[in-house]
């Protein structure tokens, strides 16, 4: 069965204060690594998507890396409106069209 | 504005009622995703529909069922409601139907169970 892991559960920054979050899974033949971020009550919010290894994608202050075992998002420094639930998720042979998501990092930039 | 939208935004109902959760996917796409989140729980994948028909499921209890209409809406019918089934409900679509499609998420039916 496919699993994610994230890490940490909690963040909590200055404004300028860059840091990376840590996204680690188990999957039977990867499809693809997707991050979302969510705003407290809102549907998710698309962010990137990876498919291999030594993959990287950048989206403002925003950058996420792939290896074989894990994601990372990191956020360059960040301002308060960075502050979200991250989450992340992945889809794999095995588990047929069902995307498995972590338990998500709350991401707190203070000013 | 991710270009799904969901009906109705929150909905409180008894105990061992019935509901209906309405989801339009973007334009375009034929892939249509159930997700329910809870506290406890985080994000868990109930259902998809690919072109009406159904595609893969997850996590989805016995009292609730969905369906994918000609012009492509979803509607996700909870049945025999419990006090456990309060949740954010989301819709979200994509334009194929494989595991690698990004998927856009609609903004939440919010079900509260009295």
């Known amino acids: 069965e496919d699993q994610v892991t994230q890490s940490p559960e ?13 996204c680690s899974y188990t999957v039977s033949g990867l ?29 403002e202050r925003l950058k996420a890396t792939l290896t074989k ?4 998002l990191h956020i360059t420094a960040p301002k308060p409106e960075d502050s979200a639930t991250y989450l992340c998720a992945v889809g794999g042979v095995a588990a047929g069209n069902k995307l498995t998501f972590g338990g998500g990092t709350r991401v707190l930039v203070k000013p | 504005d991710s270009g799904v939208t969901q009906t109705p935004k929150h909905l409180i109902t008894a105990t061992g009622q019935r509901v ?16 329910q989140q809870s506290l406890d729980q ?24 969905a369906q994918q209409f000609p012009d492509l809406h979803s509607e996700l019918n909870l049945s025999s409601l419990e006090l456990g089934d309060s949740a954010l409900y989301f819709c979200a679509s994509s ?10 998420f609609g903004p939440g039916t919010r079900l509260l169970v009295l």
Request: charged share 25%; proline share 3%.
């Open chain 1, 10 to 22: 909690a963040l909590r920054l200055q404004e300028g204060e860059s840091s990376s979050l840590n």
């Open chain 1, 31 to 59: 499809r693809g690594l997707f991050w979302y971020r969510q705003d407290p009550g809102k549907g998710p919010e698309f962010l990137f998507t990876l498919y291999s290894a030594g993959e990287e994608k950048e989206k």
């Open chain 1, 69 to 72: 075992k894990e994601s990372f």
């Open chain 2, 20 to 35: 209906t959760l309405r989801c339009s996917p973007r334009s375009g796409d034929l892939s249509v995703y159930w997700y």
């Open chain 2, 42 to 65: 985080g994000l868990q994948f109930l259902i998809q529909y690919y072109n009406g028909e159904e595609r893969a499921k997850g996590n989805i209890l016995e009292r609730f069922s």
């Open chain 2, 95 to 104: 334009q194929g139907q494989g595991i690698s499609e990004t998927q856009y």
